[in-house]
T-cell receptor, first 115, second 114 residues
Framework: NAGVTQTPKFQVLKTGQSMTLQCAQD?????MSWYRQDPGMGLRLIHY???????DQGEVPNGYNVSRSTTEDFPLRLLSAAPSQTSVYFC??????????????FGEGSWLTVV | GDSVTQMEGPVTLSEEAFLTINCTYT??????LFWYVQYPGEGLQLLLK?????DKGSNKGFEATYRKETTSFHLEKGSVQVSDSAVYFC?????????????FGKGTKLSVKP
């Protein structure tokens, strides 16, 4: 069972570079999302999607871009990396957003350092 | 908007001690409540959940009861082990207030000493 797969697991970027964090799920889930985790801040929502072709902003969307061209994939793009984007990033998915008792499953995380 | 408040850590206990991590929430309607656990260097795993008032979620010796009257979902375990050392996150999911997204508390780090 692959579940939610994130790549890369570790990445070091220079300020101003761009990159894409990949996220894929094999559970046919409609809902997918990206969170960032920072010390003392818990997890904060960056962007989310309730289905292919539909995306929306979360709490901290600035500096990030997403798209959802397929049900399976939800990549997160850093347009011009800044040191403030040094964080651990988690992708998550669930069957849908309306059934809010549905469990949200998380990937293993991507550790990003911007120097 | 919806929010979750959980006790700040770190919490340090001896093996076999009783654990309580407090969690309270603010939300419109009837959210579902979750506890997630993050072991060192790993992602988040669902520990337990409850979807309506008075439900009790339980897993691996951990329990939490959905108390609507006190808007609480405290995590308890009767006898902790060293292997329980991790960060614990309380979270809610509420379609009306947060469009079905998880809202997290800031996490509580638990260290269990042998």
């Amino acid at each position: 069972n692959a579940g939610v797969t994130q790549t890369p697991k570790f990445q070091v970027l220079k300020t101003g570079q761009s990159m894409t964090l990949q996220c894929a799920q094999d559970m046919n889930h409609e809902y997918m999302s990206w969170y960032r985790q920072d010390p003392g801040m818990g997890l904060r929502l960056i962007h989310y999607s309730v289905g292919a072709g539909i995306t929306d902003q979360g709490e901290v969307p600035n500096g990030y871009n997403v798209s959802r061209s397929t049900t399976e994939d939800f990549p997160l793009r850093l347009l011009s990396a800044a040191p403030s984007q040094t964080s651990v990033y988690f992708c998550a998915s669930s069957y849908n957003a309306q059934g809010f008792g549905n469990t949200i499953y998380f990937g293993e995380g991507s550790w990003l350092t911007v120097v | 908007g919806d929010s979750v408040t959980q006790m700040e850590g770190p919490v340090t206990l001896s093996e076999e001690a009783f654990l309580t991590i407090n969690c309270t929430y603010t939300a419109t309607g009837y959210p579902s409540l979750f506890w997630y656990v993050q072991y060192p260097g790993e992602g988040l795993q669902l520990l337990l959940k409850a979807t309506k008032a008075d439900d009790k979620g339980s897993n691996k010796g951990f329990e939490a009861t959905y108390r609507k009257e006190t808007t609480s979902f405290h995590l308890e375990k009767g006898s902790v082990q060293v292997s329980d050392s991790a960060v614990y996150f309380c979270a809610l999911r509420n379609y009306g207030g947060s469009q079905g997204n998880l809202i997290f508390g800031k996490g509580t780090k638990l260290s269990v000493k042998p």
